[in-house]
């Protein structure tokens, strides 16, 4: 009788802990790294907004599993903080993936830590080409900067623009997008009469813009990072009296961020720019996206690009672990990953087989006046693009 009674207790002390581990194992982490104070706060923000949009309209279980996010704020460009954050996450939260990614350096930083530690790695944002050769586990669902930049040289060349002046960002995105253009520009029959880089921290543009203005070329080609920047070259572009002096300004649709359009204001109407996304894309799959962000993240902050990676990393996620039946393996889930097409609120996607890099449609874009605000309205597109150094 009392060996009875102990085995009874025994196989309850066993059971209790299969089902523990059974429900621990029940839950994939997504550790979220990402920009959420400082300049770039934005960045976080959107990315968070647009996954939870995507739980909003898909629910948070999948292959069986509860998806839980963790998120970190590295407070701005810090690679050493990002880093950190990343091995915290992956050693003391035991999360499964790493997502998130606004700017560059910290993408780059936490590139060995997903290798070290198996772990797939979604980038929602970072842009700089090279950032998915630095781990086999990145899988990236924004793009890369020439992939956007090439498309608005062949369109600058074919509509009569001859000489450019181009002004970067000083980091990874910025220089790949001044390479770009030029190679793209004179390839096309255009010439770079010049060229400056300006600060990834605190930029003052106005020295800038003048030398802009000294060199009279016909157009200025502009790669800032989305957000704060923009409004401020905007300004100093307006105040300079640029347009005035005929210099026409074009540029990644990072200038024209959907999240700050409205505060950049009237100066910005006319602007042509290249992108993979605008709010104002007319599709069911945009207004789907447009409704469930306004839902779950209020109607103050309109959803921009970074939104839309948020939301297609969860579909890529969502998409590898119904493949792996749950399993969360970096190698499983970064070979699911491979190949996979979606149906995003920007149009067509394919994450490359080969590069892990997303292949999409870059539209040609006009800031436009419209019923509901100033919006980036697509006029013209170039299908299935590519990083073209790839
Ligand atoms: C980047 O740091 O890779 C980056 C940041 C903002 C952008 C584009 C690229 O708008």
Redesign the pocket.
Known sequence: MRYAKRWTLLLGVVLLSMVGSAMAQEVVKLGLIAEFSGPFAQYGQQMLGGMKAYLKVHGDTVAGKKVEIVQRDTGGPAPEVAKRLAQELVTRENVDILVGF???PNALAVAPVASEAKKAMVIM????SIITTKSPYIVRVSMT?PQVTQPMAVWAARNGIKKVYTVVADY??GLDAEKAFGEAFKAAGGEIVGGVHTPLQNPDFAPFIQRVKDAKPEAVFLFL??GEQGIAFMKGYEERGLKQAGIRLIATG?ITDDGVLEAMGEPTLGLITSFHYSAAHESVENAAFKKAYAEVNGDKLRPNFMAVAGYDGMAVIYDALQKTGGSSDGDKLVAAMKGLRLNSPRGPILIDPETRDVVQTVYIRKVEKTPGGLYNVEFDKFPEQKDPGK
Request: a negative charge.
């Open positions: 606004g700017l560059t944002n970072a842009a700089t900067l990874g995105p990072p989305a990072d």
